[in-house]
């Protein structure tokens, strides 16, 4: 069965206190690692699309890498308005890539 | 250019009513995906759509739910007879293409079930 792991669950950082964030999967034929970011009672905001192991992406303070079996969320200096819940998702394996697959979640709060 | 656009944003419901949450997709869009949120939950799959198609409706519950994509108009979501377990976070997607590449989330409909 496709699964997304995310750990920790929640983090708590002071202001420029650089961590990671993990998503690990369990999908057969892995099309695409999606990354977003959601915020109190909103919708989760697109952040990154990973496709193949190696493969990095940069955005400000984030940077997203992917292996075969895990990604990374790696957030450089981080500042109080990157305090969010960032969502990891695989679309599912059975062939319709319609749906994904989310983990639960990390709750990162980045304290002043 | 508009992003994923649903209404209402809140809506109350007593048990038994009907509700109806709509999305329309970004432009361009003909992809629309529909997923829950309960509290303090993760966000859960329910239904994938094309114009005038459902293509995957695996995550929708058997009965009371059911979803369209008309041809011209909103998505619907339709829920019959609400009971206070629907109270949730309904979030609609929209993609270009299949979802293996990026999709854009609306700001979703909180229904509550009294």
């Known amino acids: 069965e496709d699964q997304v792991t995310q750990s920790p669950e929640a983090l708590r950082l002071q202001e420029g206190e650089s961590s990671s964030l993990n998503c690990s999967y369990t999908?057969?034929?892995?099309?695409?690692l999606f990354w977003y970011r959601q915020d109190p009672g909103k919708g989760p905001e697109f952040l990154f699309t990973l496709y193949s192991a190696g493969e990095e992406k940069e955005k400000e303070r984030l940077k997203a890498t992917l292996t075969k079996k895990e990604s990374f969320l790696h957030i450089t200096a981080p500042k109080p308005e990157d305090s969010a819940t960032y969502l990891c998702a695989v679309p599912n394996g059975s062939g319709n890539t319609g749906k994904l697959i989310f983990g639960q979640g990390t709750t990162l709060q980045v304290k002043p | 250019n508009a992003g994923v656009m649903q209404n209402p944003r809140h809506l109350v419901r007593r048990r038994g009513q009907e509700a109806r949450l709509r999305c329309s997709p970004m432009?361009?869009?003909?992809?629309v995906y529909w997923y829950r949120q309960l509290p303090e939950e993760g966000l859960k799959f329910m239904v994938y759509l094309q114009k005038e198609n459902i293509i995957d409706e695996s995550g929708m519950p058997k009965e009371r739910f059911s979803a369209e994509f008309p041809k011209e108009g909103p998505s619907i979501l339709r829920i019959q007879q609400v009971v206070r377990g629907d109270s949730a976070a309904y979030f609609c997607a929209s993609s270009l293409q299949q979802m293996n590449t990026e999709a854009f989330f609306g700001q979703g409909t909180r229904l509550t079930v009294v």
């Open positions: 432009k361009g869009h003909s992809h």
């Open positions: 999908v057969s034929g892995l099309r695409g």
